[in-house]
């Protein structure tokens, strides 16, 4: 039985495809069309994903789309009555869009498909599941865990925003929900707004933001902005926000709490801004973690799942399974929306049609997310060729010991190899690597490669069997989703004055073996790399531990700030040229950036509206 999953409309468009409940394909829209978070019909990735499957739309048994449209357009109806006249702008807005296309989206959806098949039966075949669903089943199903707790949250689905579900076998059923406008994912955006970051992209920005400042405004928050109960069930003040009703996060009140209005975008950060970060993320934390210590105890679970846009906050999940609350922690790697269009998939394949579900306890489903496209080294060369590039084939052993040797002289290297990653990370096939032991190599990655903000963090891949010696952790991390300490015998202590320092003037301190991924707070991003989910990238880890004794690379996502991350050959031979990477290696093909064009160089530093 074949399954295709949709997300679509709001925001990071994704299609699935599952046969008979093995993940085929999966991938984002914006990877294609090249348009950050692209929010359309998802069309080229519903055509990778069936030419990834060798079948075409006639060969699939369902489509699911991962939420209910009529039960969203009932939320924004009822929250523009509750709160009238209040908001009348923004209704005014949104209602001729949701009336001339979100309503009727089975209508819409049928439109986009026929261009596939004229034939397809859509009135059988298309099914719709509630968004929260999909995010759990996209959790739970593709776990290695025969039962286990779900817990999804993010900004809002049709009316839930958090939501408890109990998952054994194939069934997955939600016991508990927190509805609109009460939001955790909500209360974070808030903030990443009034930071001055993007909502619905900045969020990351703020995680990474806040070990920078002070949390001063934990109390402020807690007495003004979030009830939070003991079993961490809270509710949202909106005397202070304007989500509902607005065309913003936040109001004049919210203004007046915090000493002023936000920060506008790219304007200079002040340790307001820091603080802010800091207070609102402690405040996440608490509830996080509030929720699944009450969560665990009442229902005796011992494995736990987690989904949805907060699940891509690190530090809590870190924080989470530091605390034992539960034995195991799985969270899925594309825990935001663009996971749904599996987690849809899924479910129809295992609640709707009640299908036998296959679990392995040592290993998830996900196949390590590379579910995206892969090229042939002679279609590489061709696509190389075509693009003007300069390059040389070596044999798989000389890939290994070149690329190690120039990363230990200090080249940052672009590494493109096998399929592309699903979800917001690269893990090891669409990635830039450098040296973590470089005292200047995180200024170097920042402001000459991704041309970002200085004080974003990147994270360590580390060989598996070697995490444990190098940072507070002994589990597998392999989606760059869990957060922990570097190792107590890798941290170097800060003299009076560096620990005196304040704001971004933290970032000049050496804290460790590894500056380059050690964030300010001793912290690491950590993404465990093992020979079987990617064979290839533990293997250049093991060719740098043998020329440097250490297992470590610095890795990041191979784009600059604002660009999706790369898809094709073409995509990363642009974002090479654009910017002062000094080797790419894609398949077996290595390009010196010295030997290349000079007239093929390109501006990449303003090529992309910023993020």
Same mark, same amino acid.
């Given at each position: 039985?074949?399954?295709?999953?949709?997300?679509?409309?709001?925001?990071?468009?994704?299609?699935?495809?599952?046969?008979?409940?093995?993940?085929?394909?999966?991938?984002?829209?914006?990877?294609?069309?090249?348009?950050?978070?692209?929010?359309?019909?998802?069309?080229?990735?519903?055509?990778?994903?069936?030419?990834?499957?060798?079948?075409?739309?006639?060969?699939?048994?369902?489509?699911?789309?991962?939420?209910?449209?009529?039960?969203?357009?009932?939320?924004?109806?009822?929250?523009?009555?509750?709160?009238?006249?209040?908001?009348?702008?923004?209704?005014?807005?949104?209602?001729?869009?949701?009336?001339?296309?979100?309503?009727?989206?089975?209508?819409?959806?049928?439109?986009?498909?026929?261009?596939?098949?004229?034939?397809?039966?859509?009135?059988?075949?298309?099914?719709?599941?509630?968004?929260?669903?999909?995010?759990?089943?996209?959790?739970?199903?593709?776990?290695?865990?025969?039962?286990?707790?779900?817990?999804?949250?993010?900004?809002?689905?049709?009316?839930?925003?958090?939501?408890?579900?109990?998952?054994?076998?194939?069934?997955?059923?939600?016991?508990?929900?927190?509805?609109?406008?009460?939001?955790?994912?909500?209360?974070?955006?808030?903030?990443?707004?009034?930071?001055?970051?993007?909502?619905?992209?900045?969020?990351?920005?703020?995680?990474?933001?806040?070990?920078?400042?002070?949390?001063?405004?934990?109390?402020?928050?807690?007495?003004?902005?979030?009830?939070?109960?003991?079993?961490?069930?809270?509710?949202?003040?909106?005397?202070?926000?304007?989500?509902?009703?607005?065309?913003?996060?936040?109001?004049?009140?919210?203004?007046?709490?915090?000493?002023?209005?936000?920060?506008?975008? *790219? #304007?200079? &950060?002040? !340790?307001?801004?820091?603080? +802010? %970060?800091?207070?609102?993320? /402690?405040?996440?934390?608490?509830?996080?973690?509030?929720?699944?210590?009450?969560?665990?105890?009442?229902?005796?679970?011992?494995?736990?799942?987690?989904?949805?846009?907060?699940?891509?906050?690190?530090?809590?999940?870190?924080?989470?399974?530091?605390?034992?609350?539960?034995?195991?922690?799985?969270?899925?790697?594309?825990?935001?929306?663009?996971?749904?269009?599996?987690?849809?998939?899924?479910?129809?394949?295992?609640?709707?049609?009640?299908?036998?579900?296959?679990?392995?306890?040592?290993?998830?489903?996900?196949?390590?997310?590379?579910?995206?496209?892969?090229?042939?080294?002679?279609?590489?060369?061709?696509?190389?060729?075509?693009?003007?590039?300069?390059?040389?084939?070596?044999?798989? *052993? #000389?890939? &290994?010991? !070149?690329?190690?040797?120039? +990363? %230990?002289?200090?080249?940052? /290297?672009?590494?493109?190899?096998?399929?592309?990653?699903?979800?917001?990370?690269?893990?090891?096939?669409?990635?830039?690597?450098?040296?973590?032991?470089?005292?200047?190599?995180?200024?170097?990655?920042?402001?000459?490669?991704?041309?970002?903000?200085?004080?974003?963090?990147?994270?360590?891949?580390?060989?598996?069997?070697?995490?444990?010696?190098?940072?507070?952790?002994?589990?597998?991390?392999?989606?760059?989703?869990?957060?922990?300490?570097?190792?107590?015998?890798?941290?170097?202590?800060?003299?009076?004055?560096?620990?005196?320092?304040?704001?971004?003037?933290?970032?000049?301190?050496?804290?460790?073996?590894?500056?380059?991924?050690?964030?300010?707070?001793?912290?690491?991003?950590?993404?465990?790399?093992?020979?079987?989910?990617?064979?290839?990238?533990? %293997?250049?880890?093991?060719?740098?531990?043998?020329?440097?004794?250490?297992?470590?690379?610095?890795?990041?996502?191979?784009?600059?700030?604002?660009?999706?991350?790369?898809?094709?050959?073409?995509?990363?031979?642009?974002?090479?040229?654009?910017?002062?990477?000094?080797?790419?290696?894609?398949?077996?093909?290595?390009?010196?950036?010295?030997?290349?064009?000079?007239?093929?160089?390109?501006?990449?530093?303003?090529?992309?509206?910023?993020?």
């Amino acid at each position: 039985m074949r399954i295709l999953g949709v997300s679509a409309f709001y925001h990071d468009s994704a299609a699935a495809l599952i046969s008979d409940g093995e993940v085929v394909a999966a991938a984002q829209e914006e990877r294609f069309t090249r348009k950050k978070h692209d929010a359309g019909f998802p069309e080229q990735a519903i055509a990778y994903c069936l030419s990834e499957g060798q079948i075409g739309i006639e060969d699939v048994d369902f489509v699911a789309f991962y939420d209910k449209p009529f039960l969203k357009f009932e939320r924004l109806l009822e929250t523009y009555l509750t709160f009238a006249p209040r908001g009348f702008k923004s209704f005014q807005m949104a209602i001729p869009v949701w009336l001339r296309e979100k309503l009727f989206q089975k209508d819409l959806l049928r439109k986009e498909f026929v261009k596939f098949d004229q034939n397809f039966d859509w009135q059988n075949k298309l099914l719709f599941s509630e968004h929260h669903q999909s995010h759990a089943a996209s959790a739970f199903y593709p776990s290695p865990f025969e039962d286990a707790l779900v817990l999804t949250m993010d900004g809002v689905g049709e009316w839930a925003t958090t939501s408890v579900a109990i998952g054994a076998g194939n069934k997955l059923d939600i016991t508990k929900e927190i509805h609109f406008p009460h939001s955790i994912g909500l209360l974070y955006s808030a903030f990443t707004y009034y930071t001055g970051f993007k909502v619905n992209s900045g969020e990351y920005k703020v995680m990474g933001l806040a070990p920078y400042g002070n949390p001063v405004y934990v109390q402020q928050i807690l007495d003004n902005l979030i009830d939070v109960k003991e079993d961490g069930s809270f509710r949202l003040n909106q005397d202070y926000f304007d989500y509902c009703t607005g065309l913003k996060m936040t109001n004049a009140r919210f203004d007046e709490l915090f000493d002023g209005p936000r920060r506008s975008p *790219e #304007a200079l &950060l002040t !340790q307001r801004e820091m603080n +802010l %970060a800091a207070s609102v993320q /402690v405040v996440l934390e608490d509830v996080v973690l509030r929720l699944t210590r009450s969560l665990a105890k009442e229902t005796g679970q011992k494995n736990l799942c987690l989904a949805g846009g907060v699940a891509l906050n690190c530090v809590a999940n870190g924080k989470v399974l530091k605390s034992g609350a539960f034995d195991r922690v799985w969270v899925q790697p594309a825990a935001g929306d663009a996971g749904g269009s599996l987690g849809a998939a899924l479910n129809a394949y295992y609640a709707f049609q009640g299908q036998a579900r296959k679990i392995d306890p040592k290993a998830d489903q996900m196949k390590g997310s590379f579910l995206g496209p892969a090229y042939s080294d002679e279609d590489i060369c061709a696509r190389l060729t075509n693009a003007g590039g300069v390059f040389t084939t070596l044999d798989d *052993e #000389a890939i &290994l010991d !070149q690329t190690a040797r120039e +990363l %230990a002289n200090g080249a940052v /290297v672009g590494w493109f190899q096998g399929r592309m990653e699903f979800g917001p990370r690269s893990l090891g096939c669409r990635s830039i690597l450098a040296d973590p032991r470089s005292t200047e190599m995180q200024k170097t990655l920042n402001l000459k490669i991704k041309y970002r903000e200085s004080f974003r963090p990147f994270a360590p891949a580390v060989l598996r069997e070697d995490v444990a010696d190098w940072f507070d952790l002994d589990d597998d991390s392999p989606y760059m989703l869990m957060v922990a300490d570097v190792h107590k015998s890798r941290q170097r202590k800060m003299t009076d004055d560096e620990a005196a320092r304040f704001g971004i003037d933290k970032l000049n301190a050496i804290r460790s073996e590894i500056p380059a991924v050690t964030h300010v707070d001793y912290s690491a991003r950590i993404q465990t790399v093992d020979d079987v989910r990617n064979p290839k990238f533990h %293997a250049l880890l093991s060719r740098f531990k043998a020329v440097t004794g250490c297992p470590v690379l610095a890795n990041t996502s191979f784009n600059v700030r604002g660009e999706p991350i790369v898809c094709t050959p073409e995509d990363a031979f642009r974002c090479f040229m654009g910017t002062e990477m000094d080797l790419l290696i894609i398949g077996r093909q290595v390009l010196k950036k010295v030997e290349q064009n000079a007239d093929l160089c390109l501006d990449y530093k303003n090529k992309f509206e910023l993020d």
